[in-house]
């Protein structure tokens, strides 16, 4: 973007230059004008693609370049003579250019900024040019005023559409950070479901294929899990379920990864262990499992 704004600057010296070479402005001023005016945006996008803005609150320096281009199309105005007709389209340019990257109070600033330099330079034209203000050049400001306006009122819809458009990206992404948790994760134990554990040992059962690694698989069943239900009701078995499932996740070790299979069946997968140290892990999980309490339930 910096590139951009460095070309349109570009574009708009070429034709004030070419305005000059055909004797609707003075040369020499217009001169010192086009070399001011692009070596301020030169240093500017060198700036940026060197990297010595990052650490900047606006890296991209686009307040201070659409300054920098007011103030210069300020200048044109004062130096331009019979060319200052070309002042709307350069201020309209700027506010224009800038107006994705600034905030709502920044759009507002930065065209009161246009309002005071353009007025200005305005003010002291007839005054340097010791002539009173024509009808034309009050028409002129007239049309300069309507420009800034129309500038700042777009520019304000373009900050109100994307500010709702972040704002439903956002959503968005936290919905499907929610539908992909929902959709691999079980509601009530928060362990991996079937499908997502399916997945799971699909590639692990590919790594030990190609011999990088050893796994076991086992399969864990809650006993008389119906009994508990039928005597005690389902919100008591949710609970069980879930104290079992936390007990089972803190027993294993840190790479092992526990699934819920459906109902009160669970599916363990032990990766790089061999059949001796997985007998004892188990063990020691059903004694951590019989030593389990289940909060807010009976004995």
């Not at 709307?88 to 065209?111: D, K, N």
């Not at 005054?127 to 009050?138: H, K, M």
Request: hydrophobic share 55%; charged share 15%.
């Amino acid at each position: 973007m910096a590139g951009l704004a460095l070309l349109l600057m570009g574009g708009c010296v070429a034709v004030m230059l070419w305005l000059a070479w055909h004797g609707h402005a003075p040369m020499d001023w217009i001169v010192i004008w086009a070399g001011v005016s692009i070596a301020g945006m030169l240093a500017a996008t060198l700036s940026i693609r060197c990297g010595w803005t990052r650490r900047l609150v606006d890296p991209a320096l686009t307040l201070a370049q659409m300054v920098w281009s007011i103030t210069s199309a300020a200048v044109a105005y004062v130096v331009a003579s019979d060319a200052r007709d070309m002042l709307p389209c350069m201020v309209a340019l700027v506010l224009l250019f800038g107006s994705l990257g600034l905030t709502l109070r920044q759009i507002v600033g930065v065209t009161l900024y246009a309002f005071v330099t353009t007025g200005t330079a305005m003010l002291l034209t007839p005054w340097l040019l010791r002539q009173p203000a024509s009808a034309y050049d009050v028409a002129h400001a007239m049309m300069l005023t309507l420009v800034l306006l129309a500038c700042m009122a777009v520019s304000l819809r373009l900050h109100a559409l994307r500010t709702r458009l972040q704002r439903q990206r956002l959503s968005l992404a936290r919905a499907l950070e929610e539908h992909r948790t929902l959709a691999s994760r079980d509601g009530l134990t928060g362990l991996l479901n079937r499908r997502s554990m399916v997945e799971l040992l699909e590639l692990e059962q590919r790594r030990c294929v190609r011999g990088q690694r050893r796994m076991a698989l086992a399969l864990l069943d809650i006993d008389y899990f119906k009994r508990i239900n039928d005597q005690y009701g389902h919100a008591v078995g949710d609970r069980a379920l879930q104290a079992f499932a936390h007990t089972v996740r803190h027993t294993v070790r840190g790479g092992d990864v526990l699934a819920r299979w459906g109902g009160e069946e669970f599916v363990l997968l032990l990766s790089d262990i061999d059949a001796n140290a997985a007998h004892s892990l188990l063990e020691r999980i059903g004694h951590a499992v019989a030593q389990a309490v289940v909060p807010d339930a009976p004995p």
